[in-house]
């Protein structure tokens, strides 16, 4: 079983900039799927970036221009970084990863998904 766990959160004023990382304890398949989702209390969980083991990137419309995914495979590591933050960008923000079916691409779904990190806070106030 791959343990995820999440860094890098933080409170940070709007226009700032984070950097959030996750690193797998294993990888468990060559094809695959990595993600980052976000979620506030009371909504239901989005996606908003995914990379995929051949570097297929798909992000959020409402991130995009301003986050990039990006993964370090020798360190087992996924990165998000999260520039010109909003106060609505504020959530706990989780990694995930899923195997990627041959010949199919990923899904921005927390669905789709079957392994998840523990979260980390992103607060974006002045």
């Known amino acids: 079983q791959v343990q995820l766990v999440e860094s890098g959160g933080g409170s940070v004023q709007p226009g700032g900039s984070v950097r959030l990382s996750c690193v797998a304890s294993?990888?468990?398949?060559?094809?695959?799927?990595l993600g980052w989702f976000r979620q506030v209390p009371g909504k239901e969980r989005e996606g908003v970036a995914l990379?995929?083991?051949?570097?297929?990137?798909a992000y959020a419309d409402s991130v995009k221009g301003r986050f990039i995914i990006s993964r370090d495979g020798a360190s087992r590591t996924l990165y998000l970084q999260m520039n010109d933050l909003k106060p609505e960008d504020s959530a706990e923000y989780y990694c995930?990863?899923?195997?990627?079916?041959?010949?199919?691409?990923?899904?921005?779904?927390?669905?789709?998904?079957?392994?998840w990190g523990q979260g980390t806070q992103v607060t974006v106030s002045s």
């Open positions: 294993a990888s468990t398949y060559s094809r695959y799927c």
């Open positions: 990379v995929t083991d051949n570097d297929i990137t």
């Open positions: 995930a990863q899923n195997e990627r079916i041959k010949f199919d691409g990923c899904r921005l779904d927390p669905a789709a998904f079957r392994s």
